[in-house]
C-alpha cells in the first residue's frame, strides 16, 4: 500500500494527526484509512462510499454513537 497516493479530508485542520485519507486505484477502488493507524486500511467501490457519505450527511448512523 505504500504505493498509493493518500489525499487528506479537507475537513482536516492543518498540522493534525487524526485525519481521514482517501487514495483511489484502478480496478480495486477507494481506500481508507485514519492517519494515526495507516496501516488499517479499507478498500470499498466508489458506489459504497457515496452510500455511506449520503448516509452520514442524512444523520442515518447518528445513533450508532
Given at each position: 500500500?505504500?504505493?498509493?497516493?493518500?489525499?487528506?479530508?479537507?475537513?482536516?485542520?492543518?498540522?493534525?494527526?487524526?485525519?481521514?485519507?482517501?487514495?483511489?486505484?484502478?480496478g480495486?477502488?477507494?481506500?481508507?484509512r485514519?492517519?494515526?493507524e495507516?496501516?488499517?486500511?479499507?478498500?470499498?467501490?466508489?458506489?459504497?462510499l457515496?452510500?455511506?457519505?449520503?448516509?452520514?450527511?442524512?444523520?442515518?448512523?447518528?445513533?450508532?454513537?
Amino acid at each position: 500500500m505504500s504505493d498509493l497516493t493518500w489525499q487528506k479530508s479537507s475537513f482536516s485542520e492543518a498540522g493534525a494527526a487524526n485525519c481521514v485519507e482517501l487514495a483511489v486505484t484502478d480496478g480495486i477502488g477507494i481506500h481508507i484509512r485514519e492517519s494515526d493507524e495507516p496501516e488499517a486500511v479499507i478498500r470499498t467501490s466508489p458506489a459504497a462510499l457515496g452510500v455511506l457519505i449520503g448516509a452520514i450527511k442524512a444523520g442515518r448512523l447518528d445513533h450508532t454513537l
